[in-house]
């Protein structure tokens, strides 16, 4: 079994894409037993390039590892999860190319998580910022979901939210939260500028005491009486927003 402060992740694509680029996080590759060689012949020469060890075994021991997934027999252990420092971070910014990140605000579904990650790095969205507490981990559900996007952006975790305000705001950030009864929309708004879109909770969205801290609150215009919508849908459409912008 793996040690306890390892983690795993799961399927050919994610055990694949993260043998390609980042091998030196995993640590061993368990590949079911009854699986031709010829069929993952990568992951193979993937494995034997970067010293990674590449172990066949029973379906049983598949399972015992994941448990009931769609693993499709491919199982990487991997060392714990690597968060990117945010003053680190801070140096590498250029401001003036006016970024945008997004800030998670008690997002505790790792679908949602993996999601928010993938609609993120495949919209360029510089760095994904989560609180220590109220916050889903990056683990195998959340690589798996996000479909080997985990480690292409940077993933930041601060203290708590206020510390990631106050840490944001300072760097010249300017705070965008999200909530349905804001009275400016998402198309009204300037992002000519750096910006981090604060996410709110499946559930409860942003507490008022933050919307409060933020310096804009927007809306995103819905039609048919649709209250509200999946935190990872709202994510994907601010960062397409955003980037849409960027390209004009």
Known sequence: MPKPDNFLIYGRNPVEEILQDRPNEVDKVFVKNSIKPSSYQNISELSQKNGVPLVKVPGAKIYSLVGKVADQGFV?????????NFFDWVETLILSKNPAVLLLHGIEDPHNFGAILRSAAAAGIEAVIIPMQNQAPVNATVFKTSAGTAGKIPIIRVHDINQGLKDLKATGFTIVGLDGEAKQTLW??????????????EGEGIHSENLKRCDTVLNIPMLNNVE???ASVSAALVSYEWMRRKKQ
């Open 228 to 230: 509200s919508l999946n």
């Open 188 to 201: 009204e708004a300037d992002l000519d500028r750096p910006i981090a879109f604060m996410i709110g909770s």
């Open 76 to 84: 990487a252990q991997l060392s714990a999860a690597q968060y990117t």
